[in-house]
C-alpha cells in the first residue's frame, strides 16, 4: 500500500469547474495505477478516472468523458483531475486510489482491486 495525500474539491454551480490532486507520499511511484473513485450518499463507489503512471494510458467512466480530464505529473508524484461542466450528479465523495500494475490494462475501475486509498474530498455541485 502507498500513503495518498488529497486535495482539492469543494462547492461550486453547475456548469463550473474544480480541480483536484493526489500526491504519492513513498517514492514509488512509477507502474502504478492511479485515479479517482467517488461515492455519492447512499450509492456503491464507482471508479471515474484512472491513469497508468508508466505511459500515461486513461481510462474514463462514459459520465464524465469529454468534461473530465486525469493528468500525471511523474516529476512531482502527482495525479490531478480537473472537473468542468460539472453537474449536480457528479456530486460525492471523491477518493484517490492507486495499484501496482505491470500495464494500462490494470487500470479498470474495478474497486477491489485498489489496495490504497485517500481519506476522501467533497465535491458538491449546486442547480
Known amino acids: 500500500q502507498v500513503q495518498l495525500v488529497e486535495s482539492g474539491g469543494g462547492s461550486v454551480q453547475a456548469g463550473g469547474s474544480l480541480s483536484l490532486s493526489c500526491a504519492v507520499v513513498?517514492?514509488?511511484?512509477?507502474?502504478?495505477?492511479m485515479g479517482w473513485f467517488r461515492q455519492a450518499p447512499g450509492k456503491e463507489r464507482e471508479g471515474v478516472a484512472t491513469?497508468?503512471?508508466?505511459?500515461?494510458?486513461?481510462i474514463y467512466d462514459d459520465s464524465v468523458k469529454g468534461r473530465f480530464t486525469i493528468s500525471r505529473d511523474n516529476a512531482k508524484n502527482t495525479v490531478s483531475l480537473q472537473m468542468n461542466n460539472l453537474k449536480p450528479e457528479d456530486t460525492a465523495m471523491y477518493y484517490c486510489?492507486?495499484?501496482?500494475?505491470?500495464?494500462?490494462?490494470?487500470?479498470?475501475?474495478?474497486?477491489?482491486?485498489?489496495?490504497?486509498w485517500g481519506q476522501g474530498t467533497q465535491v458538491t455541485v449546486s442547480s
Open positions: 491513469i497508468y503512471t508508466g505511459d500515461g494510458t486513461s
Open positions: 486510489a492507486a495499484r501496482g500494475s505491470s500495464g494500462p490494462l490494470a487500470c479498470l475501475h474495478v474497486r477491489t482491486n485498489y489496495p490504497s
Open positions: 513513498e517514492s514509488i511511484y512509477s507502474n502504478h495505477c
